[in-house]
């Protein structure tokens, strides 16, 4: 197998600054905050339940398991 000459890594910095120019038009275009419909995946992240008021409880935990 060839090692990679310079115009592949040209290529490839060409087609990555095209991807990131993409992804910079797709967020102001939309503007919605945080959410991005790119960074969808299957099966990742997380879950919670958060008071926004910073108020620590346990009312929820309580709650689920009665």
Known sequence: MNAPDKEDFKVNF???????????????????????ES???DNCGIGAIVNI?????QIWITVMWN
């Open 39 to 41: 960074f969808e995946h």
């Open 53 to 57: 008021k910073g108020k620590k409880t």
């Open 14 to 36: 060409r087609l990555q600054e095209e991807r990131i120019a993409t992804m910079r038009k797709e967020m102001e275009s939309q503007n919605r905050g945080l959410y991005r």
